[in-house]
């Protein structure tokens, strides 16, 4: 194994989301020096409305502790095969929770929601979603693989992230960089995710988990083979010291993996 994610535990969701906060302006920053924008990835969950509570809070007034939303392209490390504004759309969640209350003068990122036209075909809206990734990244003839700046990730109570799920045949896929899956064990069952390789080549790939109903399945990821090949672990394999975990201390509780606190 490589080198290991770093786990960083705060003691309530509040401090979660204020270092959670300077992480992603860390990350933004560097973007910016790299190519001038900041591509990142967003899952749904409870992760929209800690990203709300990061990225809302007032900052200390300097440019590098402000985001710059016109400068932001924000895609959906997966979304489900539902309309826009139904309640399991992932795009309708952080609409909600985080873009419909961005000031005036915070600037408009760039989203980049699936094309709802192809709602009932969904590989053909997989294919879509990898489209809109070509034209922002790059040609995928030329581009082995899109690198985001940040991945913002969630993880579920069976290890599951995006919309990658314990020993599904996606976990496998190689090539594809969306997968259609149409048997998610979670409802709704159709749904397009990125695959495996494109989130473990993010330059930075953060996973948020909070509350005590994640202790068990953190455990598990952090400390045992078994977890070890769980979704969140094969991340975790995969990014190595570019994966980090944002966690408060009820989740961690027991856990001896080594905590850090600063960033």
């Known amino acids: 194994m490589g080198k290991q994610p770093n786990l960083y535990t705060y003691p309530d969701v509040d ?3 204020a270092h959670l906060r300077t992480y992603i302006l860390l990350c933004q920053k560097a973007a910016l020096a790299r190519h001038g924008a900041f591509k990142v990835a967003v899952s749904g969950g409870s992760l929209p409305a800690t990203l ?5 809070a007032p900052g200390n007034g300097t440019p590098d502790d402000q985001p710059q939303f016109s400068k932001w392209e924000i895609f959906f490390a997966d979304e489900r095969a539902v309309p826009l504004d139904h309640e399991d759309s992932n795009y309708g969640l952080l609409k909600k929770e985080l873009l419909d209350k961005l000031p005036p003068d915070a600037g408009t990122p760039k989203v980049h929601p699936i094309d709802v036209q192809y709602l009932d075909d969904t590989q053909e809206l997989a294919d879509q979603y990898q489209d809109k990734l070509m034209s922002s990244f790059a040609n995928k003839d030329s581009v082995r693989m899109p690198i985001f700046d940040l991945l913002l990730l969630g993880c579920g109570p069976d290890g599951h992230t995006c919309s990658l799920f314990p020993g599904h045949e996606l976990l496998r896929e190689s090539e594809a960089w969306v997968a259609a899956i149409e048997d998610s064990p979670k409802p709704p069952p159709r749904r397009i995710t990125l695959t495996l ?3 473990t080549h993010g330059h930075k790939i953060a996973f948020v988990a909070t509350g005590a109903g994640k202790k068990e399945i953190l ?3 952090l400390e045992t083979d078994e977890g070890r090949s769980l979704p969140c672990g094969l991340v975790n394999e995969g990014g190595g010291e570019r994966v980090s975990w944002f966690t ?7 856990i001896s993996f080594p905590k850090r606190g600063s960033l």
């Open 197 to 199: 390789p494109l989130v």
């Open 15 to 17: 401090t979660v989301a």
């Open 219 to 221: 455990k598990k990821i």
């Open 248 to 254: 408060d201390a009820s989740a961690t509780e027991g």
């Open 52 to 56: 709300s509570k990061a990225l809302l």
